[in-house]
């Protein structure tokens, strides 16, 4: 996400890096650019006009300091403002200040990822908050919806409410409210049907729900990807029901991000989760300074951190680290780490997150280093059988072209493969010599598979 816009921002600070001091005739030109690279993010105009309103002013009411050049000055305030844009410092919590059972009411257009998100919630609820989540849909307009969101629940491990055919959205509300009191529920979230566009009848039923419930939440699921059109939709649902939380949805694709940066002002609700991919677990908090710092490629140590941990299991690593000490690293694993690796997300996305590493991102760049490498290595792996994955010496042949061709790849990618992974069990048991430490430091790196056979580093 993003990727356009940070880009675009990076040129402009880029050029005001290189000067020693900045003229007048500089800065309107950055700021000319930074509005043009906010617009093309799809940005809502009158959001743009009041950033570059701010920028413009902080920039000429900042106290010249010594420490820094103008340039990154102006960066910092950029900065700031972004992150007011995206809501300010520190994330916005889902409110669990009621009474239990506590109604969270999910609504949306079609499509939008309400139900989704309603099972990333029930999860994320349950795991880290402790909470005995029920899941509720109200959804009468598509008959597989309540299914749906059973089949959600059953995968979360969480309960739904028992589907009985022919109520309205309404009387399932009730049934949920009185089901979630009976049975001692934290949380019972109410997943609504989606319409394809804004209309009276959706309004109408969504605030019938809301009037019977009385949520503690009303959560606004929008599509990242629908840029300008979310922000005409989250400004009708707000005035209808005014919302109390908005959840950015697809922020895992390639939305150019303007979206999120409009929500706030336009609706003066917080963003507090983003889903970044269809599986359970693809829901995160949304940390308006980290957002910027990714926007501006100044680097977010924290948030690096925080994914790597929770997705690299620390015992897993340290059984991996001693099979790679004895040479017994095979395959098997190799489709693990890759795995673990696309999981965090794209390598030049990882290493987006490091400060400092603009010149090494764009010589990963330069490498071809990219996860569809990974992607297709790892499809090849998927390919093989358990026991050629144990011992890929067996891989004649025969075999070579059925793996390639159950992977859709080449047997010459096959050949690749394997002989990368020969390289790097080699490069293992040298690392290994050097002890944890070495480890560490080459372990990434060696793990990496080199697209049109230059070094990375
Ligand atoms: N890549 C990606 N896909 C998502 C995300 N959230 C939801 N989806 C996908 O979007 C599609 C629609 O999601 P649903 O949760 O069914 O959307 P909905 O708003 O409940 O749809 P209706 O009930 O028909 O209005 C599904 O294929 C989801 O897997 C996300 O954060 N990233
Ligand atoms: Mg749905």
Redesign the pocket.
Known sequence: MFEALSGKLGDVFDRLRRRGALSENDVIEAMRDIRLALLEADVALPVVRDFITKVRLAAVGAEVLRAVSPGQQVIKIVNDALVEALGGEGVVPLNLNAAAPIPFLMV??????????SGKIALYLKDKQRKKVLLASL?TQ?PA?QL?LAQLAERAGVASLPIIAGETPVQIARRAMETGRREVFDVVIL?T??RLSIDQALMDEVKAIRAATDPAETLL?VDAMTGQDAVSTATAFNEAVSITGIVM?????DARGGAALSMRAITGAPIKL?????KLD?LEQFHPERIAGRILGMGDIVSLVEKASEHVDQANAEKLAKKMAKGKFDLEDYGEQLKQITKMGSLSGIMGMLPGVGKIKQQLADADLDTSILKRQGAIISSMTKAERANPDIMKASRKKRVAAGSGTSVQEVNRLLKQFDMMKDMMKRASKLGQKGLARGGLAALMPQGGGRRPF
């Open positions: 949306g257009l079609q499509g939008s990822g309400k139900t989704t998100t959804d598509r919806a749906q997943d049907a989606g699921v949805t697809r922020l895992d694709g983003m889903g970044m991919g269809e693809a």
